[in-house]
């Protein structure tokens, strides 16, 4: 859409606007200096210091049986068996030499065709978030898979 | 997501002589290492240090010699006007106050984007085709000259054509090739570059010292470059940067070099936040690392903190650096430096990408070439990107 003049002398009025409301700033290399400054330090602070409770915990398969619904966590093992559902992929995945966990992909909201072309034995990194089935058993409804070649 | 302060220096370092070199980008260096590193995990921080510290330390390339920044293609061409008229360290400073301030800005503007993002992504998507031939439209038209328009439309449509093929090969990084040749090689060719290299670069009584009337034009790259995560077919801040210039007054080049800088920047910055909110990267690097690991709000602190502090970095590095080449430059003997530049171009690209990215480098260095002997504007060539953008827009 063309902008007529009175539209156009408009935007540069503010832009005018904006220049004289800038004007008493000066930009001197110590300006810069203390703006590299601050964002070296609001980084550092970012980094470690920000409390990171509800990233993806590391856990192991059996473990999930035993946290909290809502957890997030990361946890990789070996398939041992997918199942096609109406509302999405389910699978078994198995620590190395401890127990396995249910891992659901719904189809609303994970892409799970390639889900289903799992084999059993194919290692498997998943990340998602510990939910309770009918019954209290723990699983993880998936956020995303990763298989590992 | 963690990294040790140790391995993070040793990043940060690693990434400053990266970007010195054209051709080195986090997506190459990715694409290349992630199926050994990808494993580790600090290996998405790292790349994310390689990110933040080209962002700033890019535009020294594109300044000195003309090569491509990144996704700012066409930010080249202001910085490397102002090095032609000896306003090189100037240069310099625009770019390091425009990504410092734009880094800032879109790190406090984030967690307000967070909740909003994905409804705004919703609306704006239904029109992106028509947004996207109506900037088109805007951008041939002005043009002015009917012949001119006419010839602009050609050299569009060209660079759409080779755009499409481009993106559709199996490349590593297609925009290198098609912008060093859309770019570089015509100015190396037609030996643009030995006139910036001759012009003494005046000296700046403090480094980092710019004019106060660039604030403005960082602010609305800031701006742009929201949009420019929001549009989905406006990926790139080139694009963004070409619109800008028909809707802003640019008269200055330290303007337009104010504003392209801070659109990078900022899209750069934002491009996190969109991952995390939307599942939605438009920057290379930021996909990857989403495929490696996904990008959830838990994690954005830690991103976007490494990511401060590399920018904070790759900013101080580029005035550090800058300060000390620019007044050696005019000393360097050209016309050894443009062979080997093309040289060391054509072989980054040949590894980078093969025969196919030798190729593409060929039919983009004469596009280049055409559009120049034509007398149309340079940024048509953006086509390359614009077509393929509509394209996908209206499902082709």
Known sequence: MRMGAGERRTAFHALDGIRHSLGKIELAPSHLTILLFLMLCAGLLMLYAWPTDSAYQKVSPASVALMQEGEWVALSGQVQQVDGRATGTSIQLCGIGEGCVRVFASRKETETEGLLALAPGQELRAWGEVAAATGGTRYVRLHRTQVMD | ?396
């Open chain 2, 1 to 396: 997501m963690s990294i040790d302060p140790f391995l993070l220096v040793f990043a940060l370092l690693g990434g400053i002589l990266a970007s010195l070199l054209p051709g080195l980008h986090p997506n190459s260096i990715s694409t290349i290492l992630t199926p050994w590193l990808g494993s580790s995990e600090a290996w998405p921080l790292v790349l994310v240090a390689l990110l933040g510290v080209r962002l700033a330390l890019q535009f020294l390339p594109s300044i000195l010699v003309s090569t491509p920044v990144g996704q700012t293609e066409i930010g080249l061409l202001p910085g490397a006007r102002m090095m032609r008229e000896g306003r090189g360290l100037e240069a310099v400073a625009v770019c390091a106050w425009a990504t410092a301030l734009s880094v800032g800005l879109a790190l406090l503007l984030s967690p307000l984007l967070l909740p909003i993002l994905p409804a705004l992504f919703a609306a704006v998507k239904p029109w992106t085709g028509y947004l996207l031939v109506l900037a088109a439209g805007t951008l041939i038209l002005a043009e002015r000259e009917i012949k001119k328009a006419g010839l602009a439309l050609v050299v569009f449509l060209m660079a759409g054509a080779l755009g499409a093929m481009a993106l559709n090969l199996p490349l590593n990084d297609p925009l290198f090739a098609l912008f060093v040749g859309f770019f570089t090689m015509p100015a190396l060719l037609m030996g643009e570059e030995r006139e910036a290299i001759g012009k003494k670069q005046q000296p700046q009584k403090s480094m980092g010292a710019v004019g106060k009337d660039i604030l403005p034009f960082i602010l609305l790259g800031v701006v742009f470059g929201g949009l420019s995560d929001l549009l989905p077919g406006l990926s790139t801040p080139a694009q963004v940067a070409t619109l800008a210039t028909l809707a802003v007054p640019l008269s200055a080049p330290a303007h337009f070099l104010a504003l392209v800088a801070s659109i990078e920047a900022s899209h750069t910055t934002f491009a996190f936040t969109s991952a995390a909110s939307t599942g939605i990267a438009r920057v290379g690097v930021v996909a990857m690392i989403g495929q490696i690991e996904p990008i959830t709000e838990a994690q954005l602190p830690v991103l976007l903190g490494v990511f401060a502090i590399a920018a904070a970095v790759g900013t101080g590095a580029l005035l550090v650096v800058g300060k000390w080449l620019m007044p050696r430059w005019h000393m360097l003997d050209w016309k050894s430096m443009s062979w080997l530049l093309a040289l060391y171009l054509l072989v980054m690209t040949g590894l980078l990408d093969g025969w196919l990215g030798l190729l593409v480098l060929g039919m983009a260095s004469g596009l280049g070439v055409l559009a120049w002997r034509l007398g149309v504007r340079r940024t048509h060539v953006m086509g390359s990107l614009i077509v393929p953008s509509i394209l996908h827009a209206f499902g082709m």
